[in-house]
């Protein structure tokens, strides 16, 4: 062919080393998230909501994503690069880390605040202004989470320039950030001293374990202000984005919603089956972030938060699940190091369902564990014998590989399926978020009631958890073939 002067010469890829850094911000929102996952079930449960409508309270984060993530991602797509020295996603990450400040002190604090609108803070009575504030924070903390990682996933495939090795590889910076930040959210929350090196913290209103909390929480911040930084000053944003300059007929015109659901009419079929497993992998993660810790304190060291005598084991049962949590993202952060190997090998779709199977026997053992506690003679002191323990805190650490997973193939998969229907990444991402956030909707709403159908407890919830990760596993080994993914490649990015 003949060459034309008109030829512009190949961009230069962004180093790795700086994909890394732009990553980084996921070291602090997830450290803010691990504390929120570990502690705020049974802090909830202090503030005097009831065990079965706790997971109601989880329902402010997937319902304010369902709407939150899929506008930024949209807002940030429609933002030109030169409108903003920090271009076009880093605003929305700057903004949802300052959402997030703001909202752990809110929650922090909500106690003390609580009292300030005439709480009665007598052990056991229900602080009807401390769940109020709690509840706002509680929603502000899941607004900056979806602000914040939304755009950060959008600006990891705009660097990548739709190659979907260097796609593979930034997501799984991602999900290595993720895992430190885990690593140190649950480390902290299983630290119960806190409240010693932050005697201001302790009030008449904030017992010991509400100033541990909202210890932690000060030390999030620091952490956040840290991560953000350094992923904002960390690379420019390319002038171009690929698919994000092609639009379909009348898009401009469209209404933001209608252009989220109007996309899906362009959606192929291996666009569909990375959904369908999304929402089947999260209906099985969802019981198990909610009720992670709390199973611990509940199950197996038979405390409850509302009876005053078993306080301290259900307490103790935290610290033990937080401490479980924590060997789990050290298992998470080797996954993500070895994950683009194992993709090269094997295939990402042949990777995502043998690890949603994976998740599925480790539900089904923690319904084993469940009852062979429940059956077991403890000694007079309550405490757990040490083999239920460290059955329990192997099933913790072994879930983290397929957490890996979860939190870096979903979105490789459909940042290059998108990228190829012209789709901003921003908006990709959004929809991705819809497959996440309608499932945790669904659980959030029937969790509770389903496990006081069965007689309290969280088995039930596991048994549904259990169930949705096999099919989920089924369906990614079935519907996302190896041969595809692994040729995806050498066909140029080409899905058909």
């Avoid at 929305?92 to 002190?105: P, Q």
């Avoid at 698919?243 to 659901?261: K, V």
């Avoid at 050290?330 to 994976?358: D, H, M, P, Q, Y």
């Avoid at 040490?386 to 997973?405: E, M, Q």
Wanted: overall charge positive.
């Amino acid at each position: 062919m003949p060459r034309t002067a008109a030829a512009a010469p190949p961009a230069r890829k962004v180093p790795l080393r700086k994909l890394l850094r732009a990553a980084s911000v996921a070291c602090g929102v997830q450290f803010g998230w691990a504390l929120q996952l570990s502690l705020l079930t049974p802090y909830v449960q202090e503030l005097g909501i009831p065990h079965a409508f706790a997971s109601l309270v989880w329902l402010c984060g997937p319902l304010s994503g369902l709407l939150v993530q899929p506008l930024v991602g949209h807002l940030s797509d429609r933002i030109a690069p030169a409108a903003s020295p920090l271009g076009r996603r880093r605003p929305f990450i700057a903004a949802g880390a300052a959402s997030i400040a703001a909202a752990v002190l809110t929650v922090g604090f909500s106690a003390d605040l609580g009292r300030i609108f005439g709480d009665d803070i007598t052990p056991g009575t229900t602080r009807l202004g401390a769940i109020c504030v709690y509840l706002v924070g509680f929603w502000l903390l899941d607004v900056g989470n979806n602000a914040t990682q939304g755009p950060c996933r959008a600006f990891l495939a705009d660097l990548t320039e739709n190659d979907p090795r260097r796609t593979r590889i930034a997501n799984a910076y991602f999900s290595l950030f993720m895992a430190l930040g885990n690593i140190l959210g649950y480390a902290t929350g299983a630290y119960s001293g806190w409240y010693r090196i932050f005697p201001f913290t302790v009030t008449p209103s904030c017992s010991i374990s509400c100033a541990n909390l909202k210890s932690a929480f000060l030390l999030d911040i620091i952490i956040l202000v840290i991560t953000t930084y350094i992923t904002v000053a960390s690379v420019q944003e390319p002038q171009t984005f690929g698919g994000d300059e092609a639009e379909h007929p009348g898009t401009e015109q469209e209404a933001f919603l209608w252009e989220l659901f109007g996309s899906f009419r362009y959606f192929t079929l291996p666009v569909w089956m990375v959904l369908i497993v999304t929402a089947l992998t999260w209906i099985g993660w969802f019981p198990f972030i909610l009720f992670d810790t709390d199973w611990m304190g509940r199950e197996i060291y038979r405390g409850s938060p509302e009876n005053p005598g078993e306080t301290q084991r259900y307490h103790d049962g935290v610290r033990m699940g937080s401490f479980g949590l924590m060997l789990n993202s050290v298992l998470l952060g080797f996954t993500s190091v070895v994950l683009e190997k194992l993709c090269r090998k094997w295939g990402a779709g042949l990777v995502w369902g043998v690890s949603n199977i994976l998740m599925a026997l480790c539900f089904v053992a923690m319904l084993v564990i469940t009852y062979v506690a429940k059956n077991m003679d403890y000694p007079p002191n309550g405490v757990p014998p040490t083999g239920i323990v460290i059955a329990s805190l192997v099933v913790f650490t072994i879930l983290g590989a397929p957490l890996a997973i979860t939190y870096s193939i979903p979105y490789a998969m459909a940042a290059s399926r998108v990228e190829n229907l012209g789709l901003g990444q921003g908006l990709a991402m959004g929809i991705l978020n819809l497959a996440i956030v309608i499932p945790q909707v669904i659980v959030s709403l029937g969790s509770g009631p389903w496990d006081q159908l069965f007689g309290g407890g969280n088995a039930p919830a596991f048994a549904v958890a259990a169930g949705a990760s096999f099919i989920g596993g089924l369906v990614a080994i079935l519907g996302l073939p190896r041969a595809r993914i692994a040729s995806s490649r050498r066909r140029g990015g080409t899905h058909r």
